[in-house]
């Protein structure tokens, strides 16, 4: 009953105004994605599902995290979202692995070579410095390579001003209170500055950041007693340095250093007072590019260097063990883009070079980098057609070489059709049908215990078709089905103890729509489906259903509301070890609802946003992962400066 009530309630907030709202609805229909290809293209020129987070949506996300943005997007569960920042987070895309989905910066794939199966950890990354973001969905190797299996990630950092120069300043702080404790007390403070602009053809982005909580145990308590709060904080640091040579060539620098520090408990109700961590990032590299007669070339190249700590104690030995993993990648995209002018075609082509090391010192095993390494060299080619009657169609393929085991060669395609398209109305019907790969990782590997030399690659082929259609600036609308199929998916195997190859086949619906009834008033609702059949013994967090809806209100001048409602269905984990109740049993976790409100208000024509937040309004006691706390009603209020 609460789930309706609340529902209706976000419709009734929708109705507020009787006039009608006047949206710049052509900007909409020729929004530019470069994800789709590498280069700019109009989102309505693929095949592919693309939602694209704007730079005005990521403002009124203030005081937000990356993974708190994801996890309203439709398609994308985030695992253990609203827990102490102290534990990681997985991104699950249409029933998929964390490892399943790309991470790009800028349009550099980043991974961390140390992780289980490479994942890269978004808690490494503070909002602020994002302008955008893209969320391309469905196998995407052919252009990315290995972990394109479900979706990219790519994460678009914020650019220089023009033709001047600009400081900001945000500050905020928030309560950190579980769905038991009460309190108005401030436990988290974030803090960032950044200046950037242009001067002549020179221009620079430079900003610092950083973030202290406190207040909650990342471990929940069974008992009658607390656990002790575990502590988590952060440093981000960007510079980002270019100069345009002229109007053909231009060249591209950016260093990226992150830090973080956090407690941690032994497990699922157990707390501990001495477990501490912390993960530091180093990234930098050089993106020269140049213009010519009907193409466009650039190369990018960038380094990226991972190092984890870990102590932590061990009840066998009494002992306090330390655990050292460090992970270095090395990335290089040379690609090319031709335009046959007058044709509508367009041809892609590029080389791609990784290569990867890790070296992990632990109480158990040793993983030396001399050993644990391997490169790939990858050529793809994707040709785009644009015609003139609403057909675009875009093909490709991929060769992956790699050092350790053999080639392995993917393709893909995508169609699209504007049925219709007028300043009023469009319809585009969009198909596609991809395939992916992914390499096994060093721990996979080389690891002494688990690893395995003779895991071949996870196969991925998906098949997509649906709809995208608007009318006038009432309504938006996607509808897409997806269906995916999973060949020698890379498991661990509870019999064996160590990796292997299985399946894990999926399909389901996403549905999405945006109604705008009257002025400055819009709705949204997304809603997922996810059927997976899978012959792992765990579906580890992914639920069936999802459904997340909003309201965003702007009836007062220079004031932004947003009611968010995020519904997410039953979840299973297989309790591998007994950690939380009967080993080999699926445990079953409940489903959840969540309401989060957020409003901000700009003053002194634009120079200054307040903003503030409660989540978890009905204060929901749930589980998001078993056995650890979850966030309760929570208040934030910061500012940001723009000068």
Request: hydrophobic share 35%; glycine share 8%.
């Amino acid at each position: 009953m609460k789930k309706q009530l609340v529902i209706v309630g976000l419709l009734a907030c929708s109705f507020a105004n009787n006039n009608v709202f006047a949206q710049e609805k052509q900007e909409k229909l020729d929004e530019v994605v470069v994800t789709a290809t590498k280069f700019n293209l109009k989102k309505e020129n693929t095949g592919k599902v693309i939602h694209k987070i704007t730079a005005e949506e990521l403002e009124n996300s203030a005081g937000k995290t990356v993974l708190d943005v994801l996890n309203t997007i439709v398609g994308i569960d985030v695992r253990g979202v609203n827990t102490n920042p102290t534990e990681p987070k997985s991104v699950y895309v249409r029933g998929g692995r964390n490892r399943q989905v790309l991470i790009l910066i800028d349009g550099v794939p980043v991974s961390d070579a140390s992780a289980i199966s490479q994942e890269y950890d978004l808690r490494l990354l503070s909002l602020n410095q994002i302008e955008s973001i893209e969320v391309l969905k469905g196998a995407s190797s052919t252009l990315y390579g290995s972990g394109a299996a479900t979706g990219v990630i790519n994460i678009i950092l914020k650019k220089a001003s023009k033709d001047k120069v600009t400081v900001g300043l945000e500050s905020s702080l928030e309560t950190n209170n579980t769905a038991k404790s009460k309190g108005l007390k401030a436990a988290t403070y974030q803090y960032s500055a950044s200046v950037n602009g242009t001067v002549g053809g020179f221009n620079f982005v430079t900003m610092l950041g950083a973030t202290e909580t406190y207040g909650m145990s990342s471990a929940k308590s069974n008992t009658a007693s607390d656990f002790e709060a575990d502590a988590f904080t952060s440093e981000n640091g960007l510079l980002k340095l270019g100069y345009n040579f002229n109007k053909k060539f231009a060249v591209e620098t950016f260093f990226n250093y992150d830090k973080f520090d956090y407690d941690f408990d032994a497990g699922a109700f157990r707390d501990s007072d001495v477990n501490t961590g912390d993960q530091e990032q180093y990234r930098y590299g050089i993106r020269p590019s140049f213009k010519y007669n009907n193409g466009e070339f650039y190369a990018l190249v960038s380094l990226n260097k991972i190092t984890r700590n870990l102590n932590q104690y061990n009840s066998f030995g009494g002992t306090l063990d330390a655990y050292v993993f460090e992970g270095n990648s090395v990335n290089l995209d040379l690609v090319n883009k031709y335009d046959f002018k007058n044709t509508g075609i367009q041809l892609i082509a590029g080389l791609n070079y990784q290569n990867h090391t890790n070296n992990s010192v632990t109480p158990f095993a040793t993983i030396d980098k001399d050993v644990a390494k391997f490169n790939t060299i990858d050529p793809y080619i994707s040709a785009v057609y644009i015609s003139d009657s609403g057909l675009s169609v875009n093909v490709g393929g991929r060769l992956n070489m790699h050092s350790v085991y053999d080639n392995h060669f993917v393709y893909d395609g995508n169609v699209a059709y504007s049925v219709l398209k007028d300043e009023n109305k469009s319809v585009k019907l969009l198909t596609s049908y991809s395939t992916a790969f992914i390499a096994p990782s060093l721990y996979q590997l080389y690891d002494g215990f688990s690893g395995n030399l003779d895991l071949k690659p996870e196969s991925n082929k998906t098949f997509e078709i649906g709809t995208e259609a608007t009318f006038k600036d009432f309504l938006e609308l996607s509808v897409v089905y997806f269906n995916r199929k999973e060949e020698d998916a890379i498991i661990y195997d509870n019999t064996t103890f160590k990796y292997g190859n299985g399946s894990s086949d999926a399909n389901g619906i996403e549905v999405s729509t945006s109604v705008k009834p009257v002025k400055d008033v819009r709705v949204n609702i997304g809603y997922t489906y996810v059927d997976k059949d899978t012959t792992e013994d765990f579906d580890d967090y992914i639920p069936k259903n999802k459904l997340v809806a909003s309201v965003d209100v702007s009836l007062l001048k220079n004031t932004f509301f947003n009611l968010t409602y995020n519904s997410v269905g039953e979840r299973s984990i297989y309790d591998r070890y007994g950690s939380f109740g009967t080993a080999g049993d699926n445990v079953i976790l409940d489903n959840y609802d969540l309401l989060d409100f957020n409003v901000n208000y700009k003053a002194f024509d634009n120079k200054i946003m307040f903003f503030g937040s409660v989540t978890n309004l009905l204060n929901e006691d749930y589980s998001d992962v078993l056995g650890y706390n979850t966030k309760g009603v929570n208040y934030k209020l910061g500012f940001r400066l723009q000068l």
